[in-house]
Protein backbone atom coordinates (compact mmCIF):
# COMPACT_ATOMS: atom_id res chain seq x y z
CA UNK A 1 0.00 0.00 0.00
CA UNK A 2 2.87 2.26 -0.54
CA UNK A 3 2.48 5.65 -2.43
CA UNK A 4 3.41 9.18 -2.88
CA UNK A 5 0.34 11.34 -0.95
CA UNK A 6 2.23 14.58 -1.94
CA UNK A 7 5.26 16.37 -3.59
CA UNK A 8 6.60 19.92 -3.29
CA UNK A 9 9.30 21.72 -4.28
CA UNK A 10 12.22 19.31 -3.41
CA UNK A 11 9.75 17.07 -1.41
CA UNK A 12 8.08 14.48 -1.24
CA UNK A 13 5.21 12.55 1.03
CA UNK A 14 5.18 8.55 1.62
CA UNK A 15 2.13 7.16 2.79
CA UNK A 16 1.52 3.09 3.60
CA UNK A 17 -1.26 1.01 4.99
CA UNK A 18 -1.12 0.21 8.69
CA UNK A 19 0.48 -2.90 9.15
CA UNK A 20 -1.27 -5.08 12.28
CA UNK A 21 1.35 -5.45 15.40
CA UNK A 22 3.88 -3.26 13.67
CA UNK A 23 6.02 -1.46 16.25
CA UNK A 24 7.89 0.45 13.61
CA UNK A 25 8.36 1.13 9.75
CA UNK A 26 12.02 0.95 7.88
CA UNK A 27 11.88 3.55 4.71
CA UNK A 28 14.41 2.74 2.36
CA UNK A 29 15.85 4.51 -0.96
CA UNK A 30 17.49 3.03 -4.61
CA UNK A 31 20.68 4.06 -4.95
CA UNK A 32 20.92 4.13 -8.49
CA UNK A 33 25.16 4.00 -8.43
CA UNK A 34 25.13 1.33 -6.17
CA UNK A 35 21.60 -0.82 -7.80
CA UNK A 36 20.59 -1.42 -4.18
CA UNK A 37 18.24 -0.09 -1.67
CA UNK A 38 19.76 1.52 2.00
CA UNK A 39 17.65 2.14 5.04
CA UNK A 40 17.26 5.74 5.16
CA UNK A 41 14.70 6.27 8.10
CA UNK A 42 12.58 4.45 10.71
CA UNK A 43 9.51 5.78 11.96
CA UNK A 44 6.11 4.83 14.14
CA UNK A 45 4.15 6.66 11.57
CA UNK A 46 2.38 5.87 8.57
CA UNK A 47 3.54 8.71 6.50
CA UNK A 48 7.20 10.30 5.64
CA UNK A 49 8.13 13.37 3.84
CA UNK A 50 11.43 13.33 2.64
CA UNK A 51 13.64 15.83 1.02
CA UNK A 52 15.16 15.04 -2.53
CA UNK A 53 16.21 17.12 -5.37
CA UNK A 54 13.66 19.04 -6.64
CA UNK A 55 12.72 17.76 -10.03
CA UNK A 56 13.95 14.24 -9.12
CA UNK A 57 12.77 10.83 -9.22
CA UNK A 58 13.80 8.10 -6.96
CA UNK A 59 12.61 4.66 -5.87
CA UNK A 60 11.02 3.96 -2.56
CA UNK A 61 10.49 0.73 -0.59
CA UNK A 62 8.76 0.33 3.13
CA UNK A 63 9.30 -2.88 5.65
CA UNK A 64 6.89 -2.94 8.43
CA UNK A 65 8.85 -4.25 11.62
CA UNK A 66 7.73 -6.22 14.80
CA UNK A 67 9.82 -6.04 18.17
CA UNK A 68 10.26 -9.43 20.00
CA UNK A 69 12.44 -11.15 22.64
CA UNK A 70 15.30 -12.04 19.71
CA UNK A 71 15.25 -8.59 18.18
CA UNK A 72 13.00 -6.90 15.15
CA UNK A 73 11.41 -9.09 12.63
CA UNK A 74 11.05 -7.76 9.61
CA UNK A 75 7.70 -8.04 6.92
CA UNK A 76 7.99 -8.68 3.19
CA UNK A 77 8.88 -5.29 1.74
CA UNK A 78 6.22 -3.18 -0.60
CA UNK A 79 6.55 -3.12 -3.76
CA UNK A 80 8.47 -0.42 -5.31
CA UNK A 81 7.37 3.35 -6.08
CA UNK A 82 9.23 5.78 -8.15
CA UNK A 83 8.76 9.49 -5.85
CA UNK A 84 8.86 12.57 -8.07
CA UNK A 85 9.84 15.75 -5.84
CA UNK A 86 8.43 19.08 -6.62
CA UNK A 87 10.22 21.27 -9.00
CA UNK A 88 12.45 24.21 -8.07
CA UNK A 89 11.24 27.28 -7.97
CA UNK A 90 10.09 29.67 -11.01
CA UNK A 91 12.22 32.80 -11.62
CA UNK A 92 9.95 35.55 -14.05
CA UNK A 93 9.71 38.65 -15.24
CA UNK A 94 6.56 40.82 -15.87
CA UNK A 95 6.20 43.45 -19.29
CA UNK A 96 3.45 45.34 -21.50
CA UNK A 97 3.36 44.55 -24.75
CA UNK A 98 0.01 46.72 -25.91
CA UNK A 99 -2.80 48.54 -24.67
CA UNK A 100 -4.26 45.94 -22.20
CA UNK A 101 -1.57 42.94 -22.30
CA UNK A 102 1.05 41.76 -20.19
CA UNK A 103 3.82 39.16 -21.03
CA UNK A 104 4.91 36.92 -18.27
CA UNK A 105 8.42 35.69 -19.00
CA UNK A 106 10.24 32.85 -17.04
CA UNK A 107 13.75 30.64 -17.55
CA UNK A 108 12.58 27.00 -17.29
CA UNK A 109 13.27 24.69 -14.15
CA UNK A 110 15.11 21.33 -14.62
CA UNK A 111 12.11 18.53 -15.53
CA UNK A 112 8.98 21.02 -15.49
CA UNK A 113 6.53 19.46 -17.86
CA UNK A 114 4.12 22.26 -17.57
CA UNK A 115 3.83 26.18 -15.91
CA UNK A 116 0.74 27.53 -14.33
CA UNK A 117 0.66 31.24 -14.15
CA UNK A 118 -1.81 32.74 -11.48
CA UNK A 119 -3.37 36.47 -11.41
CA UNK A 120 -4.50 38.20 -8.15
CA UNK A 121 -8.20 38.82 -7.44
CA UNK A 122 -10.60 39.69 -4.83
CA UNK A 123 -10.97 36.54 -3.58
CA UNK A 124 -6.93 35.29 -3.86
CA UNK A 125 -4.98 34.05 -6.89
CA UNK A 126 -6.60 32.60 -9.20
CA UNK A 127 -5.23 30.17 -12.67
CA UNK A 128 -5.29 31.94 -16.12
CA UNK A 129 -3.33 29.81 -18.29
CA UNK A 130 -1.26 26.30 -18.18
CA UNK A 131 1.53 26.54 -20.23
CA UNK A 132 3.71 23.47 -21.91
CA UNK A 133 7.16 23.47 -20.85
CA UNK A 134 8.17 24.25 -24.46
CA UNK A 135 6.96 27.85 -24.47
CA UNK A 136 8.54 29.87 -21.81
CA UNK A 137 6.42 32.53 -21.71
CA UNK A 138 2.07 33.47 -21.47
CA UNK A 139 0.65 36.02 -23.23
CA UNK A 140 -2.39 37.81 -20.83
CA UNK A 141 -4.53 40.10 -22.85
CA UNK A 142 -7.82 41.64 -22.79
CA UNK A 143 -7.24 43.61 -19.54
CA UNK A 144 -7.84 46.91 -18.14
CA UNK A 145 -6.07 49.68 -19.42
CA UNK A 146 -4.35 51.27 -16.88
CA UNK A 147 -4.84 48.65 -13.93
CA UNK A 148 -2.40 47.11 -11.34
CA UNK A 149 -2.47 43.43 -12.08
CA UNK A 150 -0.22 40.45 -9.68
CA UNK A 151 0.83 37.38 -11.05
CA UNK A 152 2.97 34.29 -9.63
CA UNK A 153 4.21 31.33 -11.75
CA UNK A 154 4.88 27.74 -10.34
CA UNK A 155 6.61 24.55 -12.53
CA UNK A 156 5.37 21.31 -12.56
CA UNK A 157 5.80 18.24 -13.50
CA UNK A 158 3.27 15.65 -14.12
CA UNK A 159 4.35 11.62 -14.23
CA UNK A 160 3.63 8.75 -13.15
CA UNK A 161 0.09 9.47 -13.25
CA UNK A 162 1.09 12.29 -10.38
CA UNK A 163 1.25 16.16 -10.76
CA UNK A 164 4.17 17.37 -8.50
CA UNK A 165 3.92 21.22 -7.68
CA UNK A 166 6.87 23.96 -7.81
CA UNK A 167 7.10 26.67 -5.32
CA UNK A 168 5.36 29.83 -6.96
CA UNK A 169 7.39 32.48 -8.21
CA UNK A 170 7.87 36.02 -6.62
CA UNK A 171 4.82 38.15 -6.87
CA UNK A 172 5.08 40.23 -9.95
CA UNK A 173 3.20 43.44 -10.50
CA UNK A 174 2.68 45.77 -13.25
CA UNK A 175 0.00 48.87 -14.36
CA UNK A 176 -1.29 48.24 -17.83
CA UNK A 177 -0.33 51.04 -20.87
Do not use: H
Request: glycine share 6%; charged share 25%; no cysteine.
Amino acid sequence: GLTQSASSSGTVTLKWNESKNADMYAVYKYNSKTKKYSKIKTTEKTSLKISQKAGSSVYYRVYAATKTEWGYVYSAVSSAILATAGPGKVTAKLENVGTGKVKISWRKVSGATDYQIFRKTSDGYVKVATVKAKYGSFTNISLKSKKEYTYRVRAIIQKNNLTAYGSYSDKLTIKTK
